[in-house]
């Protein structure tokens, strides 16, 4: 059958995935593995990388499929349970909850030796150990696949060439790259490495101050890679040089003093070298399976996400520029709530509508450089899903529910910002404006705690939803996470209930970090999302976080009834200051629009 | 050398230790593992019992010892560093924070091949596989060891027959045995569990409804177990029958309907007879490794801490016994605490004569079988040590420091309670104050607090230190513990800031935890500790707690300017509760000091 343009997605994944179980029966496999990661086990893969969706039609950030000549099944956490089964209909997979119990039930019906391929560059090495164990229990073999036919029919049309990667401004970074190789060389040889590989892009473009162009997080949502990390890997040596592994990039980077760049292809070589002579240091998290192994064929790599542990803290020239940062998206999100409040405002708005206006307000910044992340524009009973992203043409429309939520962001050369705005589009009910002043007093205790320099992030998970618990309410999702500077919005720490990983982290002065309590009913859902920085107290050991965001609450979801002083205080403050720094920024409208809508904080007498 | 009956502790260690030597020479054995426990894998070993404090001079509750055929080491938590440091003194044996690597860094001194004995009934698997493992490592090995000679040489001189097991009262268990057994059985179904070897001595007095005599807790201090668990074990079967491994006990147990009752020398031959015919389950950290070995001969363990989970959940009579214990536990801690404010204490009196004056005060009424826990009677700089204990006789003069607390707790019949008091005995400097403040702060807020039901008990750990936090103060141990039902003062689940293993059980309906926030400067420490209930809340799937104790707070050590509205109504309601159920049972002089002691908590104009 030959594929016609007009060919709907459904029955595109259907021949895709029939011409792949051709293949596989060529090459004696029993199945595939595809996971939602590319060659640089990125959370956001960018377009043309997108083979999960591509072959299952799946569109969540987070999932892996295994597929068997016939059936199979895709594997995805909780949040993507009900998302993963719409979007699976018409092919002949499953949706499974992923642990190692539902893996096992899958490849437990394959018969003893089954072999199962996986693309070694999109696996990363822990990913691949986790599917080996189960698959050995099931008597299994997990078998890496280089055939370029193979990989040919797993591949998402409409790769683009991996873009050029530019200089990141020093004023910006706040360091030189030179300084920072420099500084974890010396931990390196603290911990005996004689070379670490730097596979993780986010690492990459943070340690040697690159980042791809603007077109690397696309222009419209549907296209953006939200991350404009430099695709390509580096080599540090425990003397400080480093050997950068890039296929394009501007000529200028070439006259960087004592800056080795080589093709991408030089990479194996320069591995296996380097592991030859002493132990070399990876991210198994982030680092390829097949990179992993030319390691291993050596020796054992050490286990470490040094590089990751620099790059989380915040220089302040960071800093700097994600305040900033902050203060245009105000601007955007003001005039995007103005407007959400206003008579112009459609009657027949949808929630990707709305994202778009949002997106074009955004876009009148010449400092935008694309969404951070999928715009997740929420009205009524859609909001009770956390992580709910709207088709990209329609969804609910905004004027057949009060309560609508959006958690959206932008990338401004310099920061990352990822704000959450929940805004009442009608009178809200009593058990509305109940949760979101919870959600407000959650978001205040954790803006507003002290706790010792250093502590595991999960320890301040619970902060935010003693308010909530008062009334019997919860949410189930982290309360926060690490944000990258001008790279991506989620990295570590996670201030969330789980442990393990990154909710081990430790979180230390300069660390950027969101607070983001919500609310999840059956038929609404709301959140708020401010980032903040964890900055000195008067305490030595003891840090405190101050808040850069600026995007207004909405007082008609206020009981200040229920509100403790220190608590009205805080709003009061903080919207002053919000009308102090954006209010100058803004056009008369939005501006006259702004000062009406935060009164309610800034007149004394609501105080309780 | 004749041993004199007048030998010093110290002389008596060093001859144990050489005479020790002695032996492991003639066996061919490189030292000889000494861990705190006892064949029960007790906390509180009883008197005749201590072998490691016997033979090095150790007191503290937790640490082993590795003697070599010169030096060794004593490995301890880092709350006994400093204790095990001074109580080591005449011996060769030096002091390590216990992990691994410590463990590795001793083993590996010696040479291949070396055999380390140990005695496989006081070690628990779980240590047993933990030492093991690092032996392997060292390339020595660990031989279990059972010559009586050798066994004879590590005891501690002393040894009391085991005191006779008797039957605990139905009306205070809330539950007969065979009710208990039937449910734990029907779980062990579902766990495709054949039997399950209840080695803990306090999951057998928990399941059968026995104990030992008041004599197991002994009358004074330095002669107690502090625990009055049976010492005997138990085998269920999944039909819901049990044997019962016991030496010694009342007659009127043998009547039991379907109750099979054998000697301790029996349950070899039971549990290998019982693995053979399917799984048995047990508790790796409360199993000696010989018993697990015996199952493991058949086939492996399944590893389960069942019974300890049911025991945590206490019966509305369990719950009421320990009402009840509080109270009685008050009148004590009420005449203690008026007696040290008069002009009648002593100017001399030091940490141990008020920790035996308590006792003393306790011992009055008639339910009271001894202490639960050594009393931790700590003045001034000494306090800085949160688990310090004062000599027999003497410790500091309460006199010579303003501030003063005491940890300590009794068993009565029903009901074991641990109750922390703070006190100035002299005008205190405001940071005392500031800090006890803090400290009340915590306790309030931890009290106060609404959960989600069944949530792991880590994730509340943070909420008594935020108001310390706030002040850049913090304390270095857990936040709280559960509590047994005339058992050991300590079970789970355990509120820290580790999660494993304690951390991660879920706090459910009916559990006693205790709530007990302190602050340790380096010349000072202060405490407060409360028991608690978690009960439900109006909110389905919440629970709050409802506390329990009656221990008045000192108001000089309050800054009332400090505290919140609601803080200030929780302690004007609490000490409200404490004087209505405490002052009909207390004697004429104790209740007009209660009165005068707490009005400042009464008077509404206190309030800020």
Redesign the interface.
């Known amino acids: 059958m030959k594929p016609s343009t007009q060919e709907p997605p459904v029955a595109a994944r259907i021949r895709a995935l029939s011409n792949l179980r051709h293949w596989l029966s060529e090459l004696g496999l029993a199945g595939f593995l595809i996971p939602s990661t590319d060659a640089f086990i990125s959370e956001w893969t960018p377009p043309g990388q997108r083979r999960l969706r591509h072959l299952t039609g799946f569109s969540g950030s987070v999932g892996s499929a295994l597929i068997l000549s016939r059936g199979g099944a895709l594997f995805v956490d909780g949040r993507y349970q009900l998302q993963a089964l719409s979007e699976l209909v018409g092919t002949d997979l499953d949706t499974c909850l992923d642990n190692p119990a539902a893996r096992l039930s899958l490849l437990s019906r394959l018969p003893a030796g089954a072999r199962i391929g996986f693309d070694a560059w999109t696996l990363s090495m822990a990913a691949r150990d986790g599917w080996k164990k189960v698959a050995g229990e099931a008597g299994a073999e997990l078998v890496a696949i280089d055939d370029p036919a193979l990989i040919a029919l797993v591949a998402e049309p409409g790769e683009k060439p991996a873009p050029v990667s530019l200089a990141y401004p020093e004023d910006m970074a706040g360091k030189t790259w030179q300084a920072k190789c420099s500084e974890i060389a010396e931990e390196m040889r603290e911990m005996r490495l004689s070379a670490m590989l730097v596979a993780d892009a986010e690492d990459v473009s943070w340690l040697l101050n690159v980042r791809a162009p603007d077109a690397g997080t696309g222009t419209e949502p549907d296209e953006a890679s939200f991350v404009p990390a430099s695709p390509s890997r580096a080599l540090l040596y425990a003397d400080g040089t480093v050997k950068w592994f890039v296929d394009a990039h501007e000529p200028a980077l070439a006259t960087r003093p004592a800056f080795r760049i080589m093709g991408s292809s030089a990479l194996a070589a320069e591995l296996s070298e380097a592991a030859s002579r002493g132990p070399v240091g990876i991210n198994a998290e982030r680092t390829p399976a097949l990179l992993a192994d030319i390691i291993a064929e050596r020796r054992m790599p050490v286990f470490t996400d040094i590089v990751a542990r620099f790059r989380w803290r915040k220089q302040p020239a960071e800093q700097r520029s994600a305040r900033e940062a902050h203060l245009l998206d105000a601007v955007a999100l003001c005039r995007f709530m103005a407007w959400l409040d206003s008579a112009a405002r459609p009657d027949d708005l949808t929630e990707a509508a709305a994202a778009r206006a949002l997106h074009a307000m955004r876009s009148a910044n010449p400092a935008y450089r694309g969404p951070s992340m999928p715009m997740m524009s929420a009205s009524g009973p859609n909001g009770a899903f956390p992580h709910y992203v709207p088709p990209a043409e329609g969804g609910r429309r905004l004027n057949d529910h009060p309560i609508f939520f959006l958690d959206s962001g932008g990338q401004y050369l310099g920061g990352t910002t990822d704000n959450t705005i929940t805004m009442a589009l009608a009178p809200p009910e009593p058990r509305h404006v109940r949760a979101h002043t919870r959600i407000v007093q959650g978001l205040i205790a954790l803006a507003t705690?002290?706790?010792?320099a250093g502590i595991?992030a999960y320890?301040?998970?619970?902060?935010a939803r003693?308010p909530l618990?008062?009334?019997?309410l919860?949410f189930d999702h982290s309360t926060g996470h690490g944000v990258g500077s001008y790279l991506n919005i989620h990295e570590g720490p996670r201030i969330g209930?789980q442990?393990m990983p990154r909710g081990m982290a430790g979180i230390e002065r300069g660390m950027i970090l969101t607070n983001e309590p919500g609310y999840y009913s059956s038929d609404f859902g709301m959140r708020l999302e401010t980032h903040m920085i964890a900055v000195d107290?008067?305490?030595?050991?003891?840090l405190k976080f101050e808040t850069i965001s600026r995007l207004p609450f909405d007082p008609r979801l206020i009981d200040f009834a229920l509100l403790?002083a220190g608590e009205m205080q805080w709003l009061r403050d903080y919207h002053a200051q919000l009308i102090n720094d954006v209010s100058p920024l803004l056009d008369e409208d939005t501006d006259r629009w702004l000062e009406a809508f935060v009164r309610p904080f800034l007149t004394p007498d609501r105080a309780a």
Chains 1, 2 share one sequence.
């Open positions: 705690t002290h706790f010792p595991a320890r301040l998970d619970t902060i003693l618990w008062r009334d019997g919860d209930f442990t107290t008067e305490f030595a050991g003891f403790e």
